[in-house]
T-cell receptor
Framework: DQQVKQNSPSLSVQEGRISILNCDYT??????FLWYKKYPAEGPTFLIS?????DKNEDGRFTVFLNKSAKHLSLHIVPSQPGDSAVYFC????????????????FGQGTILTVHP | DTEVTQTPKHLVMGMTNKKSLKCEQH?????MYWYKQKAKKPPELMFV???????INESVPSRFSPECPNSSLLNLHLHALQPEDSALYLC?????????????FGQGTRLTVV
């Protein structure tokens, strides 16, 4: 049972345009969500995160939106650059019994983003 | 310093060999993790250490043996592996508490079992 789903295996956008990557989750115990970027044969690089008490978090060109009722989040990259071409993973973390989030991450399958010059 | 360092970067081992993967971080993180990533798949959690104690074992076979000698180091001892254990092994670390926890990953060790 896949608890975190990224239904688009790939996405291709033109440089300067917006990239929108989507992620859905099924486990209502998840309360912290993260996006990672990964190049081949390297470890994932943390990009941006959002807590379930928020619906938006912005960091430079990256914005993450969370729709808790729909169990859906998205990552917006604007403007997209060729260097953004990579695999993007959505990940989710549950709250532990003490009410604080814990770093046990469940990853989606990833979306390959290609940004064309 | 937000770096997690893993050694070696590449490892080829036979099914009868014993080898170890090493991971080091100096961010003061008290939680450390081993993940396994097969080709075209997402990373999957194997083990979690919190304050140098094993807190989560995701039903990993005993041929994988983790060790946390101190708060900065994490090892993964390998023995009698199978070819299907070939994968990218990722170490990560994070704060142990707080409203949100970002895990920082190392570059990984590409393991090939022959």
């Amino acid at each position: 049972d896949q608890q975190v789903k990224q239904n688009s295996p790939s996405l291709s956008v033109q440089e300067g345009r917006i990239s929108i990557l989507n992620c859905d989750y099924t486990n209502s115990m998840f309360d912290y969500f993260l996006w990672y970027k990964k190049y081949p044969a390297e470890g994932p690089t943390f990009l941006i995160s959002i807590s379930s008490i928020k619906d938006k978090n912005e960091d430079g060109r990256f914005t993450v939106f969370l729709n808790k009722s729909a169990k859906h989040l998205s990552l917006h990259i604007v403007p997209s650059q060729p260097g953004d071409s990579a695999v993007y993973f959505c990940a989710a973390s549950p709250a532990n019994a003490g009410g604080t989030s814990y770093g046990k991450l469940t990853f989606g399958q990833g979306t390959i983003l290609t940004v064309h010059p | 310093d937000t770096e997690v360092t893993q050694t070696p970067k590449h490892l080829v081992m036979g099914m009868t060999n014993k080898k170890s993967l090493k991971c080091e971080q100096h961010m003061g993180h008290r939680a450390m993790y081993w993940y396994k990533q097969k080709a075209k798949k997402p990373p999957e959690l194997m083990f979690v250490y919190s304050y140098e104690k094993l807190s989560i074992n995701e039903s990993v076979p005993s041929r994988f043996s983790p060790e946390c000698p101190n708060s900065s180091l994490l090892n993964l001892h390998l023995h009698a592996l199978q070819p299907e254990d070939s994968a990218l092994y990722l170490c990560a670390s994070s704060q142990d508490r707080g409203q949100g926890v970002e895990a920082f990953f190392g570059q990984g060790t590409r393991l090939t079992v022959v």
